[in-house]
């Protein structure tokens, strides 16, 4: 076949943790073949190293990275499918590896921006994210831990005092309460371990920011926005020229409501649940302390506070929209390089 129609070729591939279904459709949609193969380097560089460029269509999941990564570089088109947007998968009648592998082909053949392909980041900035995958893991594994303590102790008759986090199992002891239970005690310790591999983890997340990603100084001049929100914040973005516009930040990180319209009707529904839910999160909470009792005053305290009248809703609401101002804000720093100017009484300056 000439270069066109083997360029013109889809590939699905469903991935499993151990085999990979892929399914060949033709120029014109015809079924060319389907075979399976080991999902590991070496399996997809054999199957897919040397062969003329074609579109394969994956969809999101543990190995769609390296692979992703693994086939662009080997010369083809690769479409990593968002999975929300595959409800053809989910919500087929027969669903089968085999079938899910066509329907990635034939989606991807249709047209491609049907999927909202989404792109994985470079290996560096997937390594660096496991910085922070890691330390949320054990910040859940802690307060799940110290929920659990408290309520075993509420079913003898007893309340532990109240503390912050970190100085929960000090506080306990100190009452003289860590024996109560059989098993307390341990509990109290793992309490221990877990704070102080936490301590090292924000040792190593302050030392990546000033090592490898010194941009994250800017966003830092933002109260509220710390080196896990400003690391977090940069390895998502990656490249900040890849909005035209900061504005563009807002939808990046999911932080627009949805909207459904039909004539003169106009219902304004919450903020869509996809996006970096981490990021997302982390902008949230930082909105809240800057409309919280300790956030200084600024100009998106003012905003959020203005926006905050009518209700619980309404700041629920001004919470969501400080924080997609925050990550417009972010972007602006960074891209500029200016000094954070809270209420831009001055002309900006360039650190």
């Known amino acids: 076949m000439d270069e066109k129609s083997e360029v013109s070729k889809v590939v699905g591939i469903d991935q499993g943790d151990v085999w990979s ?13 389907r ?45 990593v499918a968002n999975p929300r947007r595959v409800k053809l998968i989910a919500q087929a009648d027969r669903k089968t590896d085999r079938v899910d592998a066509e329907t990635l082909a034939r989606l991807g053949r249709a ?36 929920v659990q303590a408290r309520g075993l102790v509420k079913s003898v008759g007893e309340r532990l005092p109240a503390s912050s986090t970190p100085a929960f199992p000090r506080r306990v002891r ?19 371990v877990l704070s102080e591999r936490i301590r090292r983890l924000d040792q ?22 710390g080196p896990i929100t400003a690391l977090a ?3 998502k973005v990656e490249d900040p020229t890849r909005f035209a516009k900061s504005r563009d930040a807002g939808p990046f990180f999911a932080l627009v409501p949805r909207e459904r319209s039909s004539g003169d009707r106009r219902l304004q529904l919450r903020i869509p649940p996809r996006g970096d839910a981490r990021v997302r999160r982390l902008l949230v909470q930082a909105a809240q302390y800057i409309l919280g009792r300790f956030g200084p005053d600024s100009d998106l305290r003012r905003f959020g506070l203005a926006a905050e009248r009518g209700g619980k809703q309404a700041k629920k609401r ?14 602006r720093l960074w891209v500029t390089g200016e000094v954070y100017q809270p209420l831009r009484h001055a002309e900006p300056q360039t650190l």
Not at 174 to 181: N, T, V
């Open 35 to 79: 075979e399976r193969i080991r999902t590991t380097r070496t399996a997809y560089d054999k199957r897919f190293g040397g062969s003329s460029s074609r579109r394969l269509v994956l969809e999101v999941g543990p190995h769609s990275p390296w692979s992703s990564r693994l086939l662009e570089e080997l010369g083809h088109e690769v479409i």
């Open 174 to 192: 100190e009452a003289g309460l860590d024996g109560l239970l059989p098993g307390l005690s341990v509990l109290l310790e793992v309490v221990d």
């Open 233 to 235: 914040y940069v390895l």
């Open 318 to 331: 001004a919470v969501v929209a400080v924080a997609r101002k925050l990550a417009v804000l972010l972007h």
């Open 204 to 225: 190593d997340i302050e030392h990546a920011c000033e090592q490898r990603y010194p941009q994250t100084r800017l966003l830092r001049q933002v109260p509220g926005v």
């Open 21 to 33: 279904h892929l399914c060949e459709l033709d120029s014109a949609g015809q079924l060319v073949g």
């Open 111 to 146: 047209d491609p921006a049907l999927l909202a392909p989404i792109r994985h980041g470079a290996e560096s900035f997937q390594r660096d994210r496991a910085l922070l995958t890691v330390r949320e893991g054990l910040v859940r594994s802690r307060a799940r831990l110290i």
